[in-house]
């Protein structure tokens, strides 16, 4: 059964934070904001969420999954960040950005691009997550709700409850999101190279 909590998108309920934070702990997959669109999370060692995740989006094990982090300094302990790459960084998070980027030990193997040893890390710029990421104390696994066949990625708790009834374990309502994905920009070579425009812009990255 999917549960749904209502919790307030500028000021989330510390209990209601806690209750979400335990679903995911006990091998959960919900759905949450971000400030570009709503996301399936998960925990980052959980070999099954991950894989329910990839079902549910129907992609692929090759495809990146996301670590969101709670600050620029926690993307240090799940990426390799040198001097170029943190003042970009620095200038773009939080906020709705994903980062390609060589990953550390910390990551387990599984989740890195079996290829490349990259990750996908952001920083979210949402209360709600950022309470979650801060209640959790380390990074979460998470893959924008988009699913296949759509062009966007699902922005209203009311939809994803009637789409993903019985695949979630719970849907936090927050209300709305932008509805568009991130940017996403690949750090992992000599220079940024723009893979997807979304939300975050371009400006800050150099790119606009």
Known sequence: MTQRFAI??????PRLIRQALKVIEAGGVIAAPTDSCYALVARLDDKD?????????DIEERRHLTLLCRDLSEISTYAQVDNKQYR????TTPGAYTFILEAT????????????????IRVPDHPVMLALLEEAGQGLLSSSLLLAGDEQPLNDPDEIC????????????SGACSGRGTTVVDLSGPSPVLIREGSGPLGPLGLG
């Open 88 to 91: 970009l960084l620095k200038a």
């Open 162 to 173: 009637d789409r993903l009834k019985g695949q979630l374990d719970l849907v936090i309502d």
């Open 105 to 120: 030990r910390e990551v387990p193997r599984r989740l890195s691009h079996p290829s490349r040893k990259t990750i996908g």
């Open 8 to 13: 307030h998108p500028s000021d989330p309920q």
């Open 49 to 57: 969420a991950a894989d329910r995740i990839r079902r549910i989006r």
